[in-house]
Structure formats: structure tokens, C-alpha cells
């Protein structure tokens, strides 16, 4: 492995930057890939734990709760331990628990194995990210965001079909045990390249403020969770919600009092943020985590595909996703963040909306360039988004910011799955008694009212100041070119 002067003197377009934000998102392709890998293996994976696959869900629910609630922690975490301790522990904890992932031999010691991987994925990505931010100059944001989007885009691409191969010509077992190679590379790029720890003032742990935050964040994740996969449970989930609810309100309460909180929504006052990660940004992440459960079972339920047909018009999405990624800076450097977010925020909603027009027989090809452009706006307003989040925040209170933007993302596309569900069941009470299939038309009425929430979020974004974000866009007013 070439030290880090080498490694520059090889390649001189290669900042120090750069390759500790691909590292960091090696990590969250790490991540990404053991999301997606498992989907094909759990029916496998069931019957060699002696269980149902619709039981063997609290596994992969207690992975995302998991890490929900120790998302606030990793901030302060990072200032006590440093990021480079912090970084590297979250990836050995992470690989060694991927490891008693792949020995279990019952449910409840799957289900133990994965709450200690979400521990692992609470720390890896966020840290790694505000490590990134924090040392990032502002002109290079937009390179840097989308630097650290690449990665994970693949792992999308490549974890379904690699899944299934592994299940199919190996043991599922192997789907976590490729984890050991992955974090022992990632954990000595992170030793060589990131920087020791700098003392910083130690702050005391809110010992209550994890309580009502990690508590509300668990409760509420759970409850979306009963909603979305098991739908005849109204009372247990909306009674889930409401606790949530609460203790969070009560968090906001305590955070706003405490002299030293575990996670601080200072920077929700920041316009550029609160835009970003709150306002307008969480109506987007919620239309767009609703697509990742509406479409496959449009195509499966209502159009009759196979999965793997259903997995292949997925790709269209990533695929659209991956390829925007390569132009999104430039579009964001030429026309400015603030008109990009609006025209394609509009793009967003009318390609959405479009897919309304998707029947039984469709030529696959138009149906896959149908996702693939959808994908290319989402891909944009990712990089833009993302980008102008962290404009405005002082390099001081990056840990902080990072943390907060990771909560709200994670509720938001859990929220996306559970009302798209929630949606879908309503719809369908309308015409038919429990226990009919869903229609297309219910389909339909959703991904309409998927559409309206993409739409609902351009007024925000007129509220923007026309050099919003300029500091790391490179654009001014009055400009047309790069």
C-alpha cells in the first residue's frame, strides 16, 4: 500500500481529501452491499435458522432500529475518541459482528449479531462523513458529495444479483463473510491516510438526551416498521408513532435547555440546512424512499414479473442514478443550486408522475428508460441537496450537523416505506375486502400522491436566497457558464 506522498506523487490530481471521502465511501458501500445482498437469501436463510421469512424481518428491523438509535451518538463519540479510533472500531465491530451473522444457527442469534452490526453502521458512515466535511474547503464540496455517492450507488447495483449467485452456487453464509477482507482493507486505509486525533473539549454525556432521542428515534422506526409489513396491527403502530412522538418532543424540549446535548438542532436555524435535511428535503427523501417499496411490487403484484425481472427495472433507478452523478456537479457549478433544485425538483414530480401511464405489457426496454431517467433527476437533487446542506456550517460544528442530517435521513425513508404501505392498504379498502390482491389502480393513486409530495417541496425552494450555497456551487448570479 503507497503511503500518502506516494500515492500523490503518482497521481497529482489526487488531494489527501479525496481519498480519505472514497475510503469513507467504501465504507458505506460496505454498508449498502449487506442491505441489499440479503434480500434474495432470506428464504435460505430462513430455513436454515429453523424459521419463517416473514419472521426472519426482525432481523433486518433490528439492524435499521439499531442504527436509528445510535445515530445521535456518533458525534460526540468522535470528539471524545477521535474520528480515526472512533472510524476504525465502528469497522472492526461492524466485521466481526458480520462475522456472527454468518454463524448463527437460530433467529435470536441473527437477530443479536445484527444489533451489533447496526452499532457498527451508526458510527462507520456518519463519522467517516464528518471527518470529510469538516476538512473539506467549501469550493470542493460538490466534488467531495459526489465522490462519497459512487460506492454506495454500486452497491445497489451489484448487491441483489450478487446475492443471489452467492445463495445459489455457495452458502448464504458467504453473503456476510466477504465482509472480513472489505473492513481489514478499510481499516488499515484508515489508519494510513486519516489524520490522529486532535484534542477537543470533552463534553459530558447526555445521558437523558440519548434516552428520549434514541428511545423516540427506536419507538418511531419501529412503529413504521409494524405499519409497513404488518398492516392489521393499526393500534400497535399508530400507538408506536404517537410514543415516538412524544419522546422526541420531549427531546427537542431537552436539547434546547442542556448546556452540553448529545445532538444540538442549532443547525436547523441554518436556512440552507434546514431546507436541505427538514423542510423541503424530507418531503423529497420520503417520495423517493416510497419508490424502493412501491415500484418492485407494482411490477410483481400488479404486472405479473418475476423478481429478478422486478430487480432488473430496479436497476433502472441506480443505473440513472449512477450515470447523473458524473454531470451533477457541472449542472449545479453552471445554473446555480437554488434554480437547480426547482426546475428539477418539477422534473422530479412529473417523472413520478408518469408513471402512472406503466400497464401490463409494456415493452421492458421503455419501462427501464422510464426508471432510468426518473433516477438521473433523483441522482441531481441528492448531489444538490447534500451538498447545500453543509454550506453554511462552520467547520466547528460539522460533527454535530452530521449527525442531526443522518437522523432526519433515516427517519425520512423509513417514513417513505411505511406510508407508501399505510397508502396502499387504504386505497385498497375502498373496492375490496381484506385479503384481496391489490389492484394497479392502487398503485396508481399512490405514486400520485408520491408525485404531489416531490411537487409540494418546490415552493421551498423558492424561498431560497438566488446565491444560496455559492460558496461551494462557484456560481453567481448573472453567470451561465462554469
Not at 469513507?24 to 434474495?40: G, K, Q, W, Y
Not at 418531503?283 to 422486478?310: E, N, W, Y
Not at 375502498?430 to 391489490?438: A, D, E, R
Not at 411537487?455 to 456560481?475: E, K, M, T
Request: positive net charge; glycine residues 10%; charged residues 10%.
Amino acid at each position: 500500500m503507497l503511503p500518502p506522498p506516494e500515492m500523490t506523487r503518482l497521481f497529482p490530481a489526487i488531494q489527501r481529501n479525496d481519498i480519505i471521502a472514497l475510503i469513507v465511501a467504501s465504507a458505506f458501500f460496505m454498508e449498502v452491499l449487506d442491505a441489499t445482498i440479503i434480500a434474495p437469501a432470506i428464504p435460505e436463510m430462513a430455513l436454515a435458522l429453523g424459521t419463517t421469512p416473514a419472521a426472519l424481518s426482525s432481523g433486518i428491523s433490528a439492524y435499521l432500529i439499531t442504527v436509528a438509535i445510535f445515530i445521535p451518538v456518533s458525534g460526540w463519540a468522535a470528539d471524545r475518541f477521535g474520528t480515526r479510533n472512533l472510524f476504525c472500531a465502528a469497522i472492526a465491530l461492524f466485521t466481526v459482528s458480520s462475522v456472527a451473522c454468518a454463524l448463527s444457527n437460530s433467529l435470536p442469534e441473527f437477530v443479536a449479531a445484527r444489533i451489533f452490526q447496526g452499532i457498527g453502521g451508526a458510527m462507520m458512515s456518519p463519522v467517516g462523513r464528518m471527518e470529510v466535511l469538516r476538512r473539506t474547503p467549501k469550493d470542493r464540496f460538490m466534488r467531495v458529495v459526489a465522490m462519497m455517492s459512487w460506492p454506495g450507488l454500486s452497491g445497489f447495483i451489484v448487491g441483489p444479483p450478487l446475492g443471489g449467485f452467492i445463495t445459489t452456487y455457495a452458502s448464504w453464509r458467504w453473503i456476510f463473510l466477504i465482509n472480513i477482507p472489505l473492513g481489514l482493507i478499510a481499516i488499515a486505509l484508515v489508519w494510513t491516510y486519516f489524520e490522529r486525533a486532535v484534542k477537543t473539549e470533552r463534553r459530558p454525556f447526555d445521558w437523558t438526551g440519548f434516552g428520549l432521542l434514541g428511545g423516540g428515534l427506536g419507538v418511531l422506526m419501529l412503529g413504521l416498521e409494524v405499519l409497513a409489513h404488518r398492516n392489521e396491527q393499526w393500534a400497535l403502530g399508530t400507538s408506536m408513532l404517537a410514543a415516538g412522538a412524544i419522546l422526541l418532543t420531549l427531546a427537542v424540549r431537552h436539547v434546547t435547555h442542556h448546556p452540553h446535548p448529545l445532538v444540538s438542532i442549532e443547525p436547523l436555524k441554518i436556512p440552507t440546512f434546514n431546507i436541505a435535511f427538514l423542510s423541503a428535503g424530507s418531503l423529497f427523501r420520503i417520495s423517493t424512499g416510497a419508490t424502493g417499496f412501491v415500484f418492485p411490487t407494482l411490477f410483481q403484484i400488479g404486472f405479473g414479473h418475476s423478481a429478478f425481472d422486478a430487480g432488473l427495472l430496479m436497476l433502472g433507478f441506480a443505473t440513472g442514478d449512477l450515470s447523473m452523478k458524473l454531470r451533477a456537479t457541472y449542472f449545479v457549478r453552471r445554473y446555480g443550486l437554488r434554480p437547480v433544485l426547482i426546475w428539477n425538483g418539477l422534473l422530479i414530480g412529473l417523472s413520478t408522475l408518469v408513471m402512472v401511464l406503466l400497464y401490463e405489457g409494456m415493452p421492458f426496454w421503455l419501462m427501464f428508460g422510464m426508471m432510468f431517467l426518473a433516477g438521473m433527476f433523483r441522482s441531481q437533487q441528492f448531489t444538490a441537496l447534500s451538498a447545500m446542506g453543509f454550506a453554511d456550517v462552520p467547520h466547528d460544528r460539522m460533527a454535530n450537523a452530521t449527525a442531526l442530517s443522518n437522523m432526519l435521513h433515516q427517519v425520512s425513508f423509513g417514513a417513505g416505506v411505511a406510508l407508501s404501505a399505510v397508502m396502499l392498504v387504504v386505497t385498497a379498502s375502498f373496492h375490496s375486502t381484506p385479503g384481496t390482491p391489490l389492484t394497479v389502480f392502487d398503485f396508481r393513486v399512490v405514486i400520485v400522491l408520491m408525485a404531489l409530495m416531490a411537487f409540494a417541496s418546490v415552493p421551498i425552494y423558492l424561498r431560497l436566497h438566488p446565491d444560496a450555497g455559492a460558496a461551494i456551487s462557484g456560481h453567481k448570479r448573472g453567470e451561465s457558464n462554469e
